[in-house]
């Protein structure tokens, strides 16, 4: 708000005449530093957000932070070299404010999205499905499979059917075997496995009903 107010004063001001001040050396000198130590963050930062979605955000804060002063700096040399051009930088100050505004609305959407716990998408859903009907011989079906957002990436639960006579340690091994390679996926947060020797089961019936009165 306060750089689209400065922009249209100096916008106002050029316009009745009143001299506008041109931006010394020393400071194009820290812009130019500024834009290279924000780029170079932004690679570091973008490089360790594969594994941290807050790391994520930060590389992309860094991002923007490098276009906004760039367009900045373009503005101010141009100003420099055409003093006549001098409406350039104002109004650059004044679109750039736009341009964040809408980027960060956009930003707020999709983390609005990512916290509501949405379901996850039909190829997820396929892909989460298949590698665990194709696990191991020992699974016998797949029973369910859910999945929904939490933060960047997904929470899933898989219901797999085995047989009657396994062992419990084989069980415990395969469930946690099965675990392990569905979060190696690179959209899923955390994996729950259940094992069950039948799909007959109801899985409203396995949980307590908090809002069930009768109990």
Request: hydrophobic share 50%.
């Amino acid at each position: 708000q306060r750089r689209v107010h400065g922009g249209i004063n100096t916008v106002v001001d050029g316009i009745q005449g009143t001299p506008v001040e041109m931006i010394p050396m020393s400071t194009i000198l820290v812009m130019v530093a500024i834009i290279v130590l924000k780029f170079l963050l932004f690679l570091y930062c973008r490089r360790v957000g594969k594994l941290s979605s807050s790391v994520a955000a930060l590389a992309f804060d860094h991002f923007q932070d490098v276009i906004t002063n760039s367009a900045t700096l373009v503005a101010v040399l141009i100003v420099s070299r055409v003093p006549r051009a001098w409406f350039l930088d104002p109004l650059m100050a004044i679109v750039l404010s736009g341009y964040l505004l809408f980027i960060w609305a956009s930003q707020a959407k999709q983390q609005m999205v990512s916290i509501a716990g949405l379901s996850a998408n039909s190829t997820q859903l396929s892909e989460i499905t298949f590698l665990a009907m194709s696990h191991h011989p020992d699974i016998l079906g797949v029973d369910t499979v859910l999945a929904y957002q939490i933060g960047s990436r997904l929470q899933v639960e898989v219901d797999i059917v085995v047989p009657e006579t396994i062992m419990m340690t084989d069980a415990h091994d395969l469930g946690e075997s099965l675990q392990h390679s569905i979060e190696h996926l690179d959209f899923v947060e955390r994996c729950f496995v259940h094992l069950d020797v039948n799909c007959m089961h109801h899985r409203d019936s396995e949980h307590v009903n908090p809002y069930d009165l009768t109990e």
